[in-house]
């Protein structure tokens, strides 16, 4: 069957089914962001049976970067919950509070760069179907804790890593340099990467590798790996705060905080459009005031905008503050603004969209490389894409094609398990090349040595 050289391709492929199994058992236990609890304890468990080091908790999360943090009961319900399922406490324990996340890492015993991989490891909150239509509720792993589901293949993303994760591990005689692995919370509210990058774990990456199932590659053996068009996104939290009084008696008293967000509202969805890309705004939750005869004291919104450029994206950001900030003086308010999420409009680094292609071309698993693929949503592992090329490094994000049941975030929502495999083999393919650069990389540094000592004087 195989088309190539890579004799690693066959023994990935010999645990293929374990990692099928891995997919299901953590499909059976989502939990949406900072409560995954679950999946942390799996992966850190497996990634040090391997030998990874394991870096958790407040070592790889800055607890102030997150948004949306959820109650305390919740945490901790979530919590027990995974232990219940199995998890072994000291493999989570340091993610308790909401700090989950993993990053494993192994030192291979040749020289090479350090190569990173992301995968994302949230479910959402969301009901999955129990119809037995459903491929995971007719074969018996449809979510057990219901109203979370894995219902964006994040599961599959972190078997997929596992699944290469275990293929270093095997191969660590042969390894070049250094593979760190980034098993990322909270993908969903586009606020996890930002909270790793802030702790520095992406800093000595060269090489950053990443990417999804489906979305807009659909079947299984495709691959795109020239994805463009990430939207740049912020989303807010807003609160207006003025002063309450008698509906009748004082009203002139009051600062009514709800007409202030009213006035933000019509306005922020009246920001211009800008004559060089796509660009969204929307304020998607607004509450404000308590009962009949009182002149509402606070409002709060939940506004996102986005742009298809990081400048086109500031626009947006700059208008929509000129409106937050006009509507507080119009009615006399205090206004409060705090990001609660951040996704940039990153680019994959052009080598490593030729390297892939020409790598996913000679694999076996590959049917179709697709050409230039436009995502049209936002990604939070543009943040650390970003941080990687901003330090010199190269990153790629690419989709791993898979027909999706439903659809995305739909409760009927599957996909064809051999991406799993299929993606693993792509990455580990990729890891071979870069490794190889990276000693190329090495090795005209040595050079450059030598012809500048040949000018010493003797
Ligand atoms: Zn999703
Ligand atoms: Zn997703």
Redesign the pocket.
């Known amino acids: 069957m195989s088309t190539t050289n890579h004799g690693w391709e066959k023994t990935i492929a010999t645990h293929y089914n374990e990692a099928v199994e891995w997919r299901r058992q953590l499909h059976r236990n989502p939990q949406p962001g900072w409560l995954e609890f679950y999946s942390t304890g799996f992966v850190a468990e497996k990634l040090a049976e391997w030998g990874y080091e394991l870096l958790l908790g407040e070592h790889i999360i800055a607890a102030d970067k997150r948004a949306n943090v959820p109650d305390f009961q919740t945490l901790e319900a979530e919590y027990d919950r995974a232990i219940k399922s199995g998890i072994k406490e000291q493999f989570v324990a340091p993610a308790r509070g909401g700090l989950t996340g993993v990053v494993g890492i192994l030192r291979g015993a040749l020289p090479g760069p350090v190569v990173g991989f992301r995968f994302d490891i949230d479910g959402?909150a969301a009901m999955e179907s129990d119809d037995p239509s459903h491929r995971p509720a007719a074969e018996g792993f449809v979510s057990q804790n219901r109203g979370y589901a894995h219902?964006?293949g994040?599961d599959v993303h972190t078997a997929m890593g596992l699944l290469l994760a275990r293929h270093f591990a095997e191969n660590r005689q042969t390894l070049k340099g250094t593979v760190k692995f980034l098993f990322q919370p909270n993908?969903?509210e586009l606020n996890g990467a930002e909270a790793m990058v802030e702790k520095k774990t992406v800093d000595d990456v060269e090489f950053l590798l990443s990417g999804h199932v489906g979305i807009n590659a659909m079947q299984v053996g495709q691959i795109a790996t020239n994805v463009v068009d990430f939207m740049a996104l912020s989303r807010f939290e807003v609160t207006y705060r003025g002063r309450s009084s008698h509906a009748a008696l004082r009203p002139e008293d009051g600062r009514n905080a709800l007409l202030g967000a009213c006035a933000a509202v019509t306005n922020l969805h009246a920001i211009s459009r800008h004559s060089d890309g796509a660009s969204r705004v929307n304020v998607g939750f607004m509450q404000a005031g308590t009962t009949w005869n009182l002149i509402p004291e606070e409002a709060c919104l939940r506004m996102e905008t986005r742009g298809v450029t990081n400048g086109i994206h500031a626009f947006m950001v700059e208008k929509a503050r000129e409106v937050l900030e006009g509507a507080a003086r119009m009615y006399g308010l205090e206004l409060e603004v705090k990001r609660a999420a951040t996704a940039l409009s990153a680019q994959s680094s052009p080598e490593l969209i030729e390297l892939g292609t020409s790598v996913a071309g000679k694999l076996a698993s590959t049917a179709d490389v697709l050409d230039e693929t436009a995502y049209n949503a936002s990604e939070d592992v543009t943040v650390m894409m970003e941080r990687v090329q901003s330090k010199g490094g190269k990153a790629l994000f690419v989709l791993f094609g898979t027909p999706v049941g439903g659809g995305?975030?739909s409760a009927t929502f599957d996909v064809d398990e051999r991406v799993i495999l299929n993606g693993a083999q792509f990455l580990a393919a990729m890891h071979e090349e870069v490794a190889q650069a990276g000693q190329a990389q090495v090795s005209r540094g040595v050079c450059l040595c030598r012809k500048e000592s040949r000018n010493l004087p003797a």
């Open positions: 959402t219902m964006c994040h993908q969903e995305h975030h």
